[in-house]
């Protein structure tokens, strides 16, 4: 029995051995000319070998472009300003692709304009600026719901009479509502229960992405699709906000003038009267609810974040505060976008918060859109499965 025992042991450690060594070997042939980076583990990729405190570090010895393993998914990593800048603007059309983020990306389903790739992406994008460039939302600004916004902001933080209190709700709640304002034509009161619930989900959504359980989710999605967890919260969250907005759309339909939208989903319903007998048409229904969706998406908890950070740092620093702003703007007056050129101090001061946060470090994913040579390695294109596949 003993004897069997010792065999069917050393028959498990030496298949674990040739699966390692096929698996480096499948490795090395699959990355060809990628960038250098550690030697994957089978399904686990390089994630023994990250230090999860500071991953870069981790990886810092393999140079500004390196390959690394997420579970099954091959990642190459640019760092610094240098190795970014000639990949995303010096080399732009080949690293226009978007690449998925699982957790994220199964929400959307390639709809929108944040996880959209090639003519959707184009076209959506280009009415999205298109329609926020030109203010086509009625007769109001940008900048005025901005100011609007900020004045009323101002007002619920005087109701605290000096006392302590957390800001993160009222912030997050004031970008919320611009973004409300520039989608809907209409401000919610911070009082409004529907609009709490509304930023509730969007704060409930971005935290649940930073959980482990949703980063072992992105690495091996196939897997935990398929079982129950914490990781399937944040996609929950997402569907509530899908709901609450097409039920706004629903209201907007019924009472659109398609001669005068008053905001971007008045422009895009018009557009999609005016595409509707065009069958290869990206300006669909699907496409409108992920559009609005990518705005809260993109603006509610990237903004909040960022003013509680340069809150965080004008308290620390107190002589940075209002060293432009008086004499420039005064007390009597709301700032305006005219007033930037005359502001170079604050302008910096802006500027370096951004720097000094980093509430992004990852960015988005890219993906190249053909074979691309970048700094001497070969980037292959992601292909469907079955057509050797790689993930950049």
């Known amino acids: 029995m003993e004897l069997v025992s010792a065999s069917l042991l050393l028959l498990l450690c030496l298949c674990c051995i040739l699966l390692a060594s096929a698996w480096k070997s499948q490795s090395q042939s699959q990355q060809g000319q ?3 980076g550690p030697t994957p583990l089978p399904l686990l990729g390089n994630f023994l070998q990250l230090d999860r405190t500071n991953v870069i570090r981790s990886l810092e010895k393999y140079g500004p472009v390196f390959t690394v393993h997420l579970g099954s998914r091959r990642v190459v ?11 995303l603007v010096d080399q732009a059309e080949e690293f226009s692709g978007r690449g998925e983020i699982p957790a994220f990306s199964k929400d959307f389903n390639g709809h929108g304009v944040v996880f959209a790739n090639g003519e959707r992406w184009r076209q959506l994008r280009r009415f999205s600026l298109t329609v ?4 086509g939302m009625g007769k109001r600004s940008i900048e005025e719901r901005i100011q609007e916004e900020a004045q009323c902001l101002v007002e619920e933080l005087r109701k605290t009479q000096g006392a302590p209190f957390d800001p993160i709700f009222n912030l997050s709640q004031a970008v ?21 619930a509304l930023n509730k989900l969007i704060f409930k959504r971005f935290r649940s992405a930073g959980l482990t359980s949703a980063q072992l989710y992105n690495a091996f999605p196939g897997i935990l699709e398929k079982i129950p967890g914490p ?10 906000i899908i709901s609450f907005i097409l039920e706004r759309i629903k209201l907007q339909q019924a009472t659109l003038d398609l001669n005068a ?19 290869a048409t990206e300006f669909s229904l699907e496409n409108l609810v992920m559009a609005t969706f990518n705005l809260f998406f993109a603006g509610t908890e990237t903004i909040s974040t960022t003013l509680r950070y ?29 007033d930037r050129g005359r502001m170079p101090y604050t302008d910096a001061t802006l500027h370096e918060i951004q720097r000094f946060s980093d509430i992004l470090p990852m960015s988005l994913p890219h993906t190249v859109i053909r074979d691309t040579w970048f700094r001497g390695y070969l980037i292959p294109q992601v292909r469907p499965p079955g057509r050797g596949a790689g993930h950049s």
């Open 34 to 36: 990628l960038p250098p």
């Open 77 to 87: 990593v640019l760092c610094g300003y240098q190795a970014v800048k000639e990949a």
């Open 132 to 135: 926020l460039r030109n203010f």
């Open 176 to 196: 919320s509502n611009i973004i409300c304002s520039i989608v809907f034509g209409n401000r919610f009161d911070y009082k409004d229960e529907k609009f709490i």
């Open 231 to 240: 990781h399937q919260t944040g996609s929950k969250c997402s569907q509530e």
């Open 261 to 279: 939208p008053q905001n971007f989903i008045d422009c895009f319903l018009v557009k999609m009267e005016q595409e509707k007998q065009n069958p």
């Open 310 to 338: 340069g809150f965080l740092i004008l308290l620390k620093y107190p002589q940075v505060q209002g060293k432009e702003i008086d004499v420039v703007i005064g007390r009597d007056r709301a700032p305006t976008a005219e």
